[in-house]
C-alpha cells in the first residue's frame, strides 16, 4: 500500500513552488467530486470558498482542495487550480456552465527570508495552475508545494502524507503542510511527539527518547505574531454525508494534538479539510465511522512527522536547519 494519501484511488496530487519566493503551492484534485467538509481550530486561519463545506451549505461535493502559502496572497492560488480545472472540463454544473468547487487554505510563511516583492504580479495563481496541472499518484515530501517555505518554532517544517486501512477495510490518508507555532520534536533531540504512531520507520524509527528530556514540556513557540498555520486533509474511501466529513475533519484533528506542541493556538490558524469519495465496496456502519475517523488521526500526526523530517532547509541567511541538518542523521 502507497504511504501517501493517494494510496485511496481517484485521488492525485500535484506541487508548484517558487523557490527565490520561498513559497509554493500544493494542490489535491478528485478524479470525481468528492463529498467534503471542514474543521477550523485554529484561531487565525486564512480560506477561500470554505462555507459552503458545511453541513447546511447546498453544494455537496469538490473537484479539489488546495493548500497553499502565502497568507492572504496565497487565497490566489484557488484560482489558478480552478483555471486548470474549468479547461479540463471538471465543475459544478449550473444549467449550460460548469462551476469547478475547490476551496482552499494558506498558511503564513511571509517572513521566512524569500523575496515577496512581487509586486502586481499574481504570483500564487499561477503557482496554483501549475500545481493543479502537475497532479499525479506519485508526489514529492518536505521542502515542496504548499511546505517549501513552512516552519516550525525550530526546525524547518514541509509537506508531508500517510496512509492506512481500517480493521474494516476502508482506507484513509493524510496530506499536510506543517507550519506550526510550537514544535513537532521533544526537547532539543531528534525524536518525534508522533512516535507511537510510526508504521514503516517513516521517519526514523526513533520511538521516545531514552532518557525522557527534562525540557521535553517546556513552552516553546515562534513569537507572539499570528505568523503560523498547519493546513491539511484527510481523506477516505467510504461513503459519507457532509455531516459525518464534518466529523471526520473534527476527528482528525486530534492528529495534530498528537504531533504537534502546542497545537489550535489563537495565533494560528490549524484547519483540517475531509474528504470521501464513496468508492469502498461497504457501506460503513457508526463503528467503522468511528475508526476511521481515529485512522485518520493517526495518519494526520504521522504525515505532521514525515514532513519535517523529509525537510530540507530554505537558501536563505539564518534560515532554520532541517531535522536531518540538525541532528545529522541519515535516516
Do not use: Q
Request: charged residues 20%; contains cysteine; hydrophobic residues 45%.
Amino acid at each position: 500500500m502507497k504511504n501517501l494519501i493517494t494510496a485511496i484511488p481517484g485521488l492525485r496530487v500535484g506541487h508548484a513552488h517558487d523557490e527565490k519566493l520561498g513559497s509554493g503551492v500544493t494542490v489535491l484534485i478528485f478524479d470525481s467530486p468528492a463529498v467534503a467538509s471542514i474543521a477550523i481550530h485554529g484561531g487565525a486561519p486564512g480560506l477561500r470558498d470554505t462555507g459552503l463545506l458545511e453541513p447546511e451549505m447546498t453544494v455537496e461535493r469538490v473537484d479539489a482542495l488546495v493548500l497553499s502559502g502565502g497568507s492572504v496572497f496565497g487565497l490566489d492560488s484557488m484560482g489558478g487550480a480552478v483555471a486548470c480545472l474549468r479547461e479540463s472540463g471538471r465543475g459544478f454544473a449550473i444549467r449550460d456552465i460548469k462551476v469547478p468547487i475547490a476551496p482552499g487554505a494558506t498558511l503564513f510563511d511571509l517572513l521566512n527570508g524569500g523575496d515577496k516583492n512581487f509586486g502586481r504580479e499574481p504570483v500564487y495563481w499561477h503557482l496554483g495552475y501549475r500545481a493543479a496541472a502537475s497532479a499525479a499518484i506519485d508526489f514529492a515530501l518536505g521542502s515542496v508545494g504548499a511546505g517549501f517555505g513552512a516552519t516550525t518554532e525550530n526546525l524547518k517544517g514541509g509537506l508531508g502524507s500517510a496512509s492506512a486501512a481500517t480493521s474494516g477495510g476502508f482506507l484513509v490518508g493524510a496530506l499536510v503542510a506543517v507550519n506550526a507555532v510550537g514544535r513537532a520534536t521533544i526537547g532539543d533531540g531528534p525524536h518525534f511527539w508522533a512516535a507511537p504512531y510510526e508504521k514503516y520507520d517513516e521517519f526514523g524509527g526513533l520511538g521516545w527518547p531514552a532518557p525522557w528530556p527534562a525540557d521535553a514540556l517546556a513552552f516553546r513557540i515562534k513569537g507572539g505574531a499570528p505568523e503560523n498555520t498547519t493546513i491539511a486533509i484527510v481523506a477516505t474511501d467510504a461513503a459519507l454525508s457532509k455531516a459525518e466529513a464534518k466529523r471526520l475533519a473534527i476527528m482528525a484533528h486530534d492528529g495534530m494534538a498528537r504531533a504537534l506542541r502546542p497545537a489550535h493556538a489563537p495565533m494560528d490558524g490549524d484547519t483540517v479539510f475531509s474528504a470521501a469519495t464513496g468508492t469502498a465496496v461497504k457501506v460503513p456502519t457508526i463503528v467503522d465511522m468511528t475508526e476511521i475517523g481515529h485512522c485518520a488521526a493517526d495518519c494526520l500526526a504521522r504525515a505532521i512527522a514525515r514532513a519535517v523530517y523529509e525537510a530540507t532547509p530554505l537558501p536563505f541567511p539564518g534560515a532554520l536547519p532541517s531535522w536531518r541538518g540538525r541532528h545529522r542523521l541519515t535516516g
